[in-house]
Every structure is written in structure tokens, then in C-alpha cells.
């Protein structure tokens, strides 16, 4: 299936610089930091980071390795509810790219979920360099209780996250139309939540550009201001 995949109709409206850029940014060295199971064992809080949430399984590693163009960049497991670290990449020195654990996943033993909900919303609430979340779901399901019980935590805590949709290639037209449509009308009722929400497939690329776009906008990276990188009109 090629990238677009019919579905170019869902993307964002971003100008041809952003997508420029995010893609050159995206390009640039990115070195594994750290994974953190503790408050006080996270990075130096000296960039701007850009966060990626979500369910178990909903595809968030596959998406992180994505963005970077490297396949193994974030560790993808089949097994949903492994990954229990925060993971922290930093992007070519300019930004921090944080993979957190996913939540949801039944199987895992209510302790060890407790406790990485516990450090996950410390950080959130505690992280002043956090500048929104990517807040990832799968579209062939859409927004499902611990989805919205995410989405209320984030609102109590004033961090500003938006909706990724993932796994959009498993869906037809109508059907991505209708779950754009009814994610956009759940996150309108959410405080915290970004109004525009993005198309992502891992496996056709649909989105993947676009989504690096928003996450270097969010970060506060401006084309002009970035040392290296040359506009296509200069």
C-alpha cells in the first residue's frame, strides 16, 4: 500500500517547511538516554521533551522507530504490558523523545501496574520540560475506558497531549472517517487536549511525517532557529 493510502484526506493541514523540517529533524542522531523505573533517575530536565503514551499493543514502539527511521530504536515486544521503563531518547541534541510504558494490560500483575502508574504521573505532573504528550490509539478500536481514564489524568494534571491514531491502514475510508470524527468529539469535551489529531500508519508511513512536524512545533523548534538545518527556499 503506498503512503497515503487514499487517506491524505485525514492528515493535518501543515505547510510544506514544517514537514520539511520535522523530517530533517527526525533524521538527526538519536541516542538512547535511559530507562527509569524511579523520579530520581530522570535526565537532566535541560530540553524540551515530547511524550509517547498509550494502551499496550496499540503500536507506540513501531511508531517511535517510525519517526526516527531507525527499526530499533524503541525495543518492540509481542508481548503487551513488557516494556516498564520510562525510555528517553534524546534528538539531536535539541530535544528528549520519552517512550512510556503502556498502560492498560490486565495481565500484568496489579502491583507492578500500580507502580509504574505511579512513576508514570509523577513525571507527568513533576516535568517541567514536558511539552505534550502523543497520546497514541488504535484506530480499529478508538477510545476505550483506560484511553479516557489517560485522558482525565492529563486534564487533571494541565499537560497538554494530543491524539494520535495508529494502525489507520487496517481500516477503510468510512471507517477512519467515522472514528476521526467521534475521537474528535470525545477529545473536544477534554481541557487538555489537542483539537487536532493525527493519522498514523507504522507500516505504510501515512502520518509519519506529519506527526514529526507537530512534535517538533510542540517542542518549540522553529526552521529558522535551528542551527544546521537550511530552508528549501534559502
Not at 530536565?45 to 503514551?53: H, L, S, T, V
Not at 513488557?82 to 520519552?98: D, K, P, Q, S, V
Request: aromatic share 8%; with cysteine; proline share 5%.
Amino acid at each position: 500500500m503506498a503512503p497515503g493510502g487514499g487517506y491524505e484526506q485525514f492528515l493535518p493541514e501543515i505547510g510544506a517547511e514544517r514537514l520539511a523540517f520535522g523530517r530533517w529533524l527526525f533524521a538527526q542522531e538519536c541516542t538512547f538516554l535511559r530507562g527509569v523505573v524511579k523520579m530520581d533517575g530522570l535526565p537532566a530536565a535541560d530540553k524540551p521533551e515530547i511524550a509517547f503514551a498509550g494502551r499496550s499493543n496499540v503500536g507506540k514502539s513501531s511508531l517511535v522507530n517510525a519517526l526516527t527511521g531507525r527499526r530499533t530504536l524503541a525495543r518492540v515486544s509481542n508481548t503487551p504490558g513488557r516494556t516498564r521503563e520510562l525510555n528517553f531518547f534524546e534528538l539531536a541534541g535539541l530535544a528528549n523523545l520519552a517512550d512510556l510504558p503502556g498502560y492498560g494490560y490486565a495481565r500484568t500483575e496489579r502491583k507492578l501496574v500500580d507502580q509504574w502508574t505511579k512513576v508514570i504521573f509523577q513525571y507527568l505532573r513533576g516535568r517541567a520540560t514536558l511539552k505534550r504528550v502523543m497520546l497514541l490509539v488504535d484506530a480499529r478500536h478508538g477510545l476505550k475506558p483506560f484511553d479516557t481514564q489517560a485522558m482525565e489524568a492529563l486534564d487533571e494534571a494541565a499537560v497538554s497531549y494530543q491524539i494520535v491514531l495508529t494502525k489507520v491502514d487496517k481500516l477503510k475510508t468510512a471507517e477512519l472517517a467515522a472514528v476521526m470524527a467521534k475521537t474528535a468529539e470525545k477529545a473536544a469535551k477534554h481541557p487538555a487536549a489537542h483539537p487536532v489529531i493525527c493519522p498514523t500508519s507504522s507500516e505504510t508511513g501515512l502520518g509519519i511525517d506529519h506527526l514529526r512536524a507537530l512534535a517538533a512545533e510542540a517542542a518549540g523548534l522553529e526552521p529558522g532557529a535551528v542551527a544546521g538545518y537550511k530552508p528549501a527556499n534559502s
